[in-house]
């Protein structure tokens, strides 16, 4: 079993939407595997049926029983993270910037602060509308993004792609360089890179690729919206050279991603014949380097 | 007056409007622009600037002093990140995984971890004439956004006075660095895009300045691009749609280049006017109140 990890670095370059068009070609032969789980959004298009849920509980968050608390202050006044403030004659605790330390729960003399699991999301299994499995997943509000529940999710499709005898794994990553994308590339063997030639595309692919070769991961490139900036789209096919990262291919910018969107599509089942092409020779060239 | 620029994602155009509507309102009054998109700070690359004032930003993290250590293996066990642990004789400390809680430093029966700065980024001070512009810029591979994004306040806080419009150029998503870049903003606006990712993005940060309880309006940006379900949404909850700045191919190619969109596209200063007048009434509110 192969895993493919497709990332941006930079939101909005049509990474989703790649990775649901090779979702789609690869049908059962695959697994899928959302893990940007801040803003999920692969759902819109593979349209899993959300089977079966499961709470994702990380880390601790801090509650004060008002019944034992004495008010002396000394919970408030260790904690780093101004989550502790005085209201209406009690000490309350902002659960939104509690970091679950722990530690006035440990200074606490009454006892009175218990630090409890947090939930912070869910994970489903699913079957999308191509038949195949599907693992993704949806952070609460204001949880930390710390990584957990991506590699959680990760660690669910791996089980059930090798328990189903699958050939790949496909997965949305992580957007942005942090922790996150670090764990949704633990294990890939391919990093798909969906870029488009603007400045800020440039920069962030160069940031996140500092990221991939740290992890010594086989890299391949998609520049989306190619036509958009000739001067930038050949900067960035320069900085692929020089980095030997695979030029998969250029894809010129095209409404149809957003109207297949809008119809609940993915880009390569919408009628367009030449982006088409273009995704299934792109998913050749990705199967080829990696041997399937 | 402090103005946060969110959207529940990446790509719908945050960088793009902070910088064009810092720089429009610049024109009139004093400005600051802070990039608190930490982990990829982008707003650099649309303004002309020269550094002012470059400093370390830094998080504190225990060293070891193994002379007065009893090895008691207290501070492996309260730490609930578990960024120390004991291998043999020794406390190894991970950097990355402390939040800096001081817990272990400050519990060590023998002050055996004192604590120590470490960069974990830098801030960078610019004048963008006519306005100016700060930036985090966290190390690839940290992890506390957080941290560098409150300290990256902070020194707008000190540095500025009150009457300047801060804006806020905010980190894409609804997890903690969100949280912490609008807490204290006077206002949000959110900025998506008219296509089913984009509403379905909107309705999480929706949610999360509804959760904090701040005052919001939404700019649909590369409007006419999908369908009418963002619009459509916003009238049923209730919510201002401040601006809306057309789908056009020119203002793609602008922002591809690095160049500011108003001083070439009227549709798009037409959207900035709209939602400095806005801004306005804000201020004047303010002033009622």
């Not at chain 1, 849920?53 to 008002?66: H, L, M, N, P, R």
């Not at chain 1, 940031?207 to 960035?236: H, M, P, W």
């Not at chain 2, 009139?28 to 998109?37: A, H, I, K, M, T």
């Not at chain 2, 400093?55 to 090895?71: A, F, N, Q, V, Y």
Request: aromatic share 6%; with cysteine.
């Amino acid at each position: 079993m192969k895993e493919i990890v497709v990332i941006s670095g930079k939101g909005g370059t049509g990474k989703t939407s790649i990775t649901a068009a090779l979702a789609s070609l690869a049908q059962q032969s695959c697994v899928v595997v959302d893990c940007d789980v801040d803003a999920a959004d692969m759902h819109l298009l593979l349209q899993p049926d959300f089977a079966h849920k499961e709470d994702f509980y990380s880390g601790q968050v801090a509650k004060i029983d008002e019944m034992l608390c004495r008010n002396c202050g000394r919970c408030a006044d260790v904690c780093r993270f101004d989550a502790i403030g005085f209201k209406e004659g009690h000490y309350v605790i902002d659960e939104l910037l509690c970091e679950g330390c722990g530690y006035c729960a440990r200074v606490c003399r009454p006892s009175a602060i218990e630090m409890r699991e947090r939930l912070v999301g869910a994970w489903y299994t699913s079957k999308t509308k191509y038949g195949s499995d599907m693992v993704h997943a949806k952070l609460s509000i204001g949880a930390e993004n710390s990584g957990k529940l991506v590699a959680k999710v990760k660690k669910e499709g791996k089980a059930m792609a090798l328990a189903q005898h699958k050939s790949l794994m496909i997965v949305d990553g992580s957007p942005g360089i942090g922790c996150p994308v670090v764990s949704s590339l633990s294990g890939a063997n391919f990093v798909l890179l969906v870029t488009e030639p603007t400045l800020s595309g440039l920069h962030d692919l160069k940031r996140v690729y500092e990221v991939v070769k740290r992890f010594r991961i086989k890299a391949g490139c998609i520049i989306n919206k190619s036509d958009l900036n000739a001067t930038v789209c050949a900067q960035i096919e320069e900085f692929l050279e020089e980095e030997a990262i695979l030029h998969v291919k250029n894809i010129p910018y095209t409404k149809a991603f957003s109207h297949a969107m809008i119809q609940g599509q993915t880009v390569s089942e919408y009628s367009d014949p030449e982006l088409k092409r273009l995704l299934e020779e792109s998913f050749e060239t990705i199967k080829q380097t990696l041997g399937v | 007056m402090k103005i946060a620029i969110a959207s529940g994602k990446g790509g719908t155009g945050k960088t793009t409007l902070s910088t064009n509507l810092a720089m429009f309102l610049g024109e009139s009054e004093s400005v600051v622009l802070v990039d608190l998109d930490v982990e990829e700070p982008n707003s650099h690359l649309f303004l002309k600037s020269e550094l002012l004032r470059k400093e370390d930003k830094m998080k504190m993290i225990p060293r070891w002093e193994s002379g007065s250590c009893t090895l008691c293996n207290e501070c492996v066990e309260l730490c609930n990140f578990h960024a120390l642990i004991c291998l043999g004789n020794e406390i190894l400390i991970f950097p990355n995984l402390c939040h800096s809680c001081y817990a272990c430093s400050e519990l060590c029966p023998t002050h055996s971890l004192p604590m120590e700065a470490q960069k974990m980024g830098e801030l960078s001070h610019f004048l963008a004439h006519p306005i100016e512009f700060v930036e985090g810029r966290l190390n690839i591979g940290e992890e506390q956004a957080v941290s560098l994004i409150a300290q990256t306040k902070k020194y707008v806080e000190k540095h500025f006075y009150d009457e300047t419009i801060t804006l806020y150029d905010s980190p894409p998503g609804t997890s903690c660095p969100v949280i912490e870049s609008i807490k204290d903003a006077d206002f949000v606006i959110l900025v998506t895009e008219p296509t089913p990712f984009g509403l379905h993005d909107l309705t999480l940060a929706v949610e999360t300045t509804r959760a904090l309880g701040k005052k919001f309006g939404v700019v649909i940006n590369r409007y006419g691009m999908g369908d009418d379900a963002v619009e459509t949404y916003c009238q049923n909850e209730n919510i201002a749609i401040l601006a809306k700045i057309p789908h056009l191919l020119e203002i793609a190619q602008c922002y591809s280049a690095g160049k500011l969109i108003y001083p070439e596209v009227d549709s798009f200063k037409q959207a900035l006017e709209e939602i400095a007048t806005f801004i306005k009434t804000l201020s004047q509110e303010e002033v009622v109140q």
